[in-house]
């Protein structure tokens, strides 16, 4: 199924249902109103949500409306647990790192002002959503503590990325409208790992189209470090890390492997970045991510 939340004003919004083809929704009000809520109490709300959805795409669904990406918060507005998969320098492996979680934005939130000499840049990253993850769990029994999965454009400024100060280096976080439960994926779930592209544009110019199952380390693994010494509790949102090209970081730096200099410029004020992943049907599975700059800037530090 395919979960989204509504903006109604709250800090937490409303849950909806989407259709499978992000077409209409329907309010789950009479389950749960909230994500949390249904991530809380998994086994209670799923089947309840799952009929709905179910209800939903045939078309018998009495009160569907109209799905808005652009009226959507963040699925999960505010994250118990916000654990990026960053690769130290001289790592062989990215390794989960606490960020901050306590404020996740919608696919089209305008991003606030930031100092330009900080070298904003975006980040395409796959997502997992959890429920409960017990302490020292070994990866299968991890990854069987996704619940959903979403898209991330995870902003970084790399100048105080540069200078060790990761908190202040990931301000701001846009995720993809709707979340989707594993079985949405089909055979493209696979050992922790999405099989499926990941196309990233800027200024509706194509930017990369990621293969996102060689880019990112699998989700079992990511989840058993990140529970090595502590439970992951229901609502905790695990990243993928950067997915290979889709960052302007990762084009420079391999322009300046290949030609000894970066001509790719880190993102500029007013510039569109839009990340979606689409299934082998051709449909977009999680809906687009389309997040600009604002071009007033913020003083330098």
Request: charge should be negative.
């Amino acid at each position: 199924m395919k979960l989204a939340t509504l903006n109604d004003g709250s800090r937490d919004g409303q849950l909806v249902v989407v259709s499978r083809d992000l077409s209409t929704a329907h309010y789950a009000t009479g389950i749960a109103t909230r994500l949390q809520q249904a991530l809380d109490d998994w086994n209670f709300f799923s089947p309840q949500l799952q009929d709905l959805y179910d209800t939903l795409n045939f078309g018998k669904a009495r009160h569907a409306f109209a799905f808005d990406p652009a009226q959507c918060l963040a699925p999960l507005p505010r994250g118990g647990l916000w654990v990026g998969a960053v690769a130290e320098p001289g790592a062989t492996q990215p390794e989960p790192q606490p960020l901050g979680g306590d404020h996740f934005a919608g696919a089209c939130a305008p991003l606030p002002p930031f100092n330009w000499a900080d070298e904003v840049d975006f980040s395409a990253e796959v997502v997992v959503i959890t429920g409960d993850v017990p302490r020292g769990s070994p990866p299968a029994q991890a990854l069987e503590g996704v619940r959903l999965l979403a898209l991330a454009n995870a902003v970084c400024l790399r100048r105080p990325w540069a200078a060790g100060e990761p908190l202040s280096a990931r301000p701001f976080t846009a995720f993809s409208p709707v979340a989707a439960t594993p079985d949405e994926l089909g055979a493209a779930w696979q050992a922790g790992r999405v099989h499926l592209t990941l196309g990233v544009q800027r200024n509706e110019r194509r930017v990369a189209q990621v293969d996102a199952a060689a880019a990112a380390r699998d989700f079992g693994k990511l989840l058993a470090r990140a529970a090595r010494q502590r439970p992951l509790r229901a609502g905790s949102v695990v990243s993928s890390g950067p997915m290979g090209v889709g960052s302007a970081s990762a084009k420079r730096a391999l322009e300046l492997a290949e030609d000894g200099q970066a001509s790719t410029p880190y993102w500029q004020p007013g510039e569109t970045v839009r990340i979606e992943l689409k299934g082998s049907d051709g449909q977009s599975v999680f809906g687009a991510i389309a997040t600009t700059p604002s071009a007033v800037a913020t003083q330098p530090d």
